[in-house]
């Protein structure tokens, strides 16, 4: 098998009305909970999230989505190149604007970004992916994963997974 490797740099990033454009994931999967020995299953919803490079706090897989790609498949990339799953893409959750710190060129000065958020269903973790050495994945339960979201902007998201997850189920 071949090894996956990250995409770097910024030549192939889209940007639209002075934002970065970025695609991410909201990982999840089903955990069947049958903690009081109950013949009925109670499916609890984890989310995956993986430790921040920058600081403190967790997030979700997400990064700039290029020229050669549709959103869809930079958010599965992301998933792979930074949390090391793969799945399917479910909806799409939303669009999400914040300014990044950290992440400010020329075709974007002020760090703006807009990122288009997909709720994707894990069916493979692999043990193996581009950004192993410098990120961690935790599965959390939705209110865990509140308590820990570094940026306002993925809570925001989180709550409109929620809800998302309420109409599906």
């Known amino acids: ?45 984890e989310v995956l999230m993986i430790n921040s490079t920058s600081g403190p706090g967790l ?10 790609e549709t959103v869809e498949e930079a958010a599965l990339r992301e998933a792979i190149e930074e ?23 020329e075709c974007c000065p002020e760090g703006l970004c807009k990122a288009a958020m997909f709720a994707l269903l894990v069916k493979e973790e692999l043990a193996s992916w581009p950004e192993k050495s410098r990120r961690t994945r935790s599965w959390l339960t939705i209110p865990e994963a509140v308590e820990n979201c570094r940026h306002k902007w993925m809570e ?14």
Not at 156 to 169: G, Q, R, T, V
Request: hydrophobic share 35%.
């Open 1 to 45: 098998m071949a090894e996956l490797v990250a995409r770097t740099g910024r030549h192939q990033q889209r940007y639209e009305g002075g934002c970065r454009l970025v695609a991410g994931c909201i990982p999840f999967r089903y955990r069947n909970d049958n903690e009081n020995g109950d013949a009925d299953l109670e499916k609890i919803v």
């Open 83 to 105: 949390a090391g799953v793969r799945g399917d893409l479910m909806d799409f959750i939303g669009d999400y604007h914040f300014k990044s710190k950290t992440l400010q060129d």
């Open 156 to 169: 925001e998201a989180l709550k409109n997974f929620s809800l998302w997850l309420e109409e599906k189920m």
């Open 59 to 68: 997030l979700f897989p997400k990064g700039g989505w290029e020229n050669d």
